[in-house]
Every structure is written in C-alpha cells, then in structure tokens.
Antibody, heavy 126, light 107 residues
Framework: QVQLQESGPGLVKPSETLSLTCAVSGYSISSGYYWGWIRQPPGKGLEWIGS???????YYNPSLKSRVTISVDTSKNQFSLKLSSVTAADTAVYYC???????????????????WGQGTLVTVSS | AIRMTQSPSSLSASTGDRVTITCRAS??????LAWYQQKPGKAPKLLIYAASTLQSGVPSRFSGSGSGTDFTLTISCLQSEDFATYYC?????????FGQGTRLEIK
C-alpha cells in the first residue's frame, strides 16, 4: 500500500521560504508515476501547486511558478517543495500526492491524484 | 486555465436519498475528469477518474457520467459516511484545476 507523509515547519515567517518534504513508502518513486503538491487554505478549496517525475521533469501552476521549486530524491524515496517569498496568503494545509497519468493526443501527461498524504498545516506569520 | 464550476455549492439530503452533483468545465475536457471526496480534517480521496471509472474499493453507489464540458457525480443511496465535500478536477490541460467543492450535509 502506497503511503505518503508530509513533514516540515508548521510556522514560516513572511518573506521566507516554505520547505516541505514528502516521504513515500510502499512504492519506489524511481518506478514511475508523477508526484505532486496541492494546497488548501483554511475553509477553502484545493489548488494544484506542481508535479514532478522521478527523472526530474516538472510541471508548475503558472500562478505560483516564479516562487516554486519541486525536487525529487530517489535515494531517499522522497520529494520536496520549496515556496519562496511567502505571505499570509500561502497559509494552507499542504498535501503531497501520487498522480496516475496518461499520454493522450498531447505531449504532456494527463494526471489525477490517486494517493494522498494526510496533509500538514503551514501558517505564515511573524 | 480551465475553470471548473460545481453546482450546487451545498446540498442537504437524507440517508437513503439519491443525489447528483454537477461539474461544468469552461472548455471541453473530453473525459479527463476526476471526482474526490473530502471529510473534515482529512485528505481528499479519489472516487472516480476518466469521468466514469470507479476507483478500486469505492462503493458502487457512486457513479459518474459526462464528457466534454458537463459532468455529474451521483450517489444512488446516501449512507451516513457519504456526508462530506466533493470536488471535481480536470486533467485535460495544465494547470490542473479543481471545482470549488460541493458540501453535502445531513438534512
């Protein structure tokens, strides 16, 4: 059974960088699938942040692209999120997830989230 | 970005009822649509992908239909554990986007 677990600071100061890690168990990241991050501000809906393949190929949400870096460490079977220059608007529960994908007529993977971590609340405040 | 609009935003129903939630895409997405269920304090759970394919382990009272721009999630006989918030998500193009959610409450 695939399991994902987020970890990282629960409190980040404004203008600093939010850093989270997602440890994967029950499946080797190197074996395939895309892996991604989604966030949910308190009481609000879901926002996709970005996704990464084990090779390092990434897709980012344009609304966050200038501040986001997602990386993968296959030796530790984990992937990470960095979000720079955070503000209070970045306060949210951050989820990591596995994505199942298909290549249709386009050259990009069409992917949905089939396994999720439990989520971790990150508050941006001084 | 493709905008996903769900209706209604909230819905009250009773155990045993049949309910339908609608998701509309701002442009055609073929059948690249997934539905998720989220309970308070928990991560979303995948229910349906490819608009109508039930994820393994999901009860058969859940069903999905539609293609193009209009999609529906139907729960045929509500159980107590089904009261939750439901989200649709398109994966036809990037950025991946979700509907705003439909909160299903007990009447």
């Amino acid at each position: 059974q695939v399991q994902l677990q987020e970890s990282g600071p629960g409190l980040v100061k404004p203008s600093e960088t939010l850093s989270l890690t997602c440890a994967v168990s029950g499946y080797s990241i190197s074996s395939g699938y895309y892996w991604g991050w989604i966030r949910q501000p308190p009481g609000k809906g879901l926002e996709w942040i970005g996704s990464i393949y084990h090779s390092g190929s990434t897709y980012y949400n344009p609304s966050l692209k200038s501040r986001v870096t997602i990386s993968v460490d296959t030796s530790k079977n984990q992937f990470s999120l960095k979000l720079s220059s955070v503000t209070a608007a970045d306060t949210a529960v951050y989820y990591c997830a596995r994505l199942t994908y298909y290549y249709g007529s386009g050259s990009y993977p069409r992917a949905f989230f089939d396994y999720w971590g439990q989520g971790t609340l990150v508050t941006v405040s001084s | 970005a493709i905008r996903m609009t769900q209706s209604p935003s909230s819905l009250s129903a009773s155990t045993g009822d049949r309910v339908t939630i609608t998701c509309r895409a701002s442009q055609g997405i073929s059948s690249y649509l997934a539905w998720y269920q989220q309970k308070p304090g928990k991560a979303p759970k995948l229910l349906i992908y490819a608009a109508s394919t039930l994820q393994s382990g999901v009860p058969s009272r859940f069903s999905g239909s539609g293609s193009g721009t209009d999609f529906t999630l139907t729960i045929s006989c509500l159980q107590s554990e089904d009261f939750a918030t439901y989200y649709c998500q398109q994966y036809y193009s990037y950025p991946l986007t979700f509907g705003q959610g439909t909160r299903l409450e007990i009447k």
